[in-house]
């Protein structure tokens, strides 16, 4: 089958491969699946640039959604030809952690090295425990979510990364409430979530700041009441949301994944408001802040995919989709075959684009 595989620590060192096979039979928990549609996430990116430390080759892709094609003698969730959308979260489902709603949290599989594929004698390990640039994929029982059929895969396989991540922030960890103030800084793929959940919940006033003036446009339809072109040596992010809400916001997103962000996020937020790390840098960053200005009883948040419930989040939020409450569609810019993947990769670095979605099976 088809697959892209990553040889090395730069966006260059990915090739497409028409030589990968999956390895072994299906363990008693474990699932084939048909990968349909896979979003190109900036995760991938940070991931094929070593910034994750992953050992290599790997097939990368963690955003995904398609159709069960086999299933391992013990699955009972989900059975051949269920569409689902496929979490990161290959949690054992039965640990005080997983049994106490925090699935994210759970120590049996977080991180757990896998390596379902093969080239030739190479074998292939799959990045986020999904691997889903490839035609298929292997992955547990608890990383496949099923969604109604009716659901578009395209806008489904968004659900699994970019929207967790996104809504579940503003649902699940900042517990944004009707009437609050927020700050969304980077209004891409995972900052537009931020804008439409905290819409959804009723935020007063959502600033979204970027530095692509292309981005106003997004911003704006999924929710935003002001939005900030980061443009200019001397922009001080601070001074602008001080300016646009006097005071403060109750919780700051920053989706970027940039330290000196996030540090400066703190001092967006009121007294006692959220600082949210959503985004993600290379893994040994180190943030630093003034003592002072996190001391006011303010929160700092850190955040994995959203504090996601998949069970519960994945079918919630393919449920607002197909009541024309959530944007899903919007998000998406290009489809492409698995060959799009470097043109997919320009695009997110640019930044002027939302999501391109690869169609591994088209
Ligand atoms: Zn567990
Ligand atoms: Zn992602």
């Known amino acids: 089958m088809k697959g892209l595989i990553c040889e090395g620590t730069s966006e260059d060192s990915v090739r497409l491969s028409d030589d990968i096979e999956l390895v072994g039979d299906l363990a008693p928990r474990q699932v084939r699946v048909e990968i349909r549609a896979a979003g190109v996430c900036g995760s991938d990116l940070s991931c094929v640039r070593g910034k994750y430390y992953m050992p290599l080759p790997l097939v990368p892709g963690h ?36 049994e106490s709603g925090n699935p994210g949290n759970c120590s049996v599989s977080m991180g757990a090295l896998r390596q379902p ?21 292997i992955v547990d029982e608890n990383q496949c979510i099923p969604i109604p059929p009716e659901m578009p895969l395209e806008a489904a396989a968004l659900i699994g990364c970019g929207v967790i991540t996104g809504t579940g922030a503003v649902f699940n960890r900042a517990r944004v409430q009707l ?27 959502i600033i979204a700041i970027d530095r692509v003036p292309e981005k106003e446009r997004l911003a704006v339809e999924f929710g935003a009441t002001d939005f900030v072109l980061a443009e200019g040596e001397d922009f001080d992010p601070v001074r602008a949301v001080h300016e646009l ?49 996190l001391h006011q009883n303010k929160n700092l948040m850190g955040i994995r995919a959203g504090g996601a419930r998949p069970r519960h989040d994945f079918p919630l939020l393919a449920d607002l989709y197909l009541r024309g409450r959530l944007k899903l569609d919007e998000l998406i810019s290009h489809t492409a075959g698995l060959d799009g993947i470097h043109d997919a990769f320009a695009a997110l670095q640019t930044g002027t684009e939302a999501r391109t979605v690869l169609l591994p099976n088209a």
């Open 117 to 137: 594929y093969r080239e030739g004698d190479q074998l292939l390990y799959n990045f986020a425990g999904i691997g889903a640039f490839a035609q298929q994929t």
């Open 179 to 205: 009437g609050d103030r927020v700050v969304v800084i980077g209004a891409g793929g995972v900052g537009l979530n931020v804008i439409q959940a905290a819409r959804l919940v009723g935020a007063s006033q």
């Open 63 to 98: 955003e995904a959604a398609g159709v069960v094609v086999e299933t391992g003698s013990a699955v009972t969730y989900c059975e051949v030809g269920d569409h689902v959308v496929l979490s990161t979260f290959s949690n054992c489902g039965h640990c005080p952690d997983c």
């Open 245 to 293: 809400a006097p005071g403060g916001v109750h919780h700051a997103f920053e989706v970027v994944g940039n330290t000196e962000l996030l540090a400066a996020a703190i001092s967006m937020v009121r007294p006692g408001g959220n600082v949210c790390a959503v985004g993600v840098p290379d893994l040994t960053a180190t943030v630093t802040y003034p003592f002072q200005a």
